[in-house]
């Protein structure tokens, strides 16, 4: 973080107008200095923070799209396994009627 232009012998000086000692004033004006440059944000650490969002976002953007190609091939990939399965079935049924005119057809033939 950048430094914060703070006047602690301005601080200072106030605060022994107001009654506080020397020592007093210039401990309070330095914990104050400190508090401000520790919590304080500057204009280039906003910057900063939005340059690393903008990265952010590309990046995001970048898998959100990399998942959408891998979701659409699921997709793809689940259509053609559905299809082939209703193949097989649909060869199975088909068997399987034969199969039972077959039957019905000897049945009728035996009986």
């Given amino acids: 973080m950048s430094a914060i232009a703070f006047d602690t012998l301005k601080f200072a000086k106030r605060l022994k107008e107001a009654g506080f000692t020397e020592e007093q004033a210039e401990a309070l004006a330095d914990a104050e200095a400190e508090l401000i440059e520790q919590n304080l944000a500057t204009k280039r650490d906003i910057a900063d923070l939005k340059r690393d969002i903008k990265e ?12 959408d190609v891998k979701i659409e091939q699921i997709r793809s990939d689940l259509a053609r396994d559905l299809k082939d399965l209703e193949y097989r079935i649909t060869i199975k049924l088909g068997t399987m009627m034969v199969i039972a005119v077959g039957a019905v057809a000897t049945l009728v033939e035996l009986l």
């Fill in 56 to 67: 952010l976002e590309v990046t995001l953007g970048n898998e959100i799209k990399q998942l």
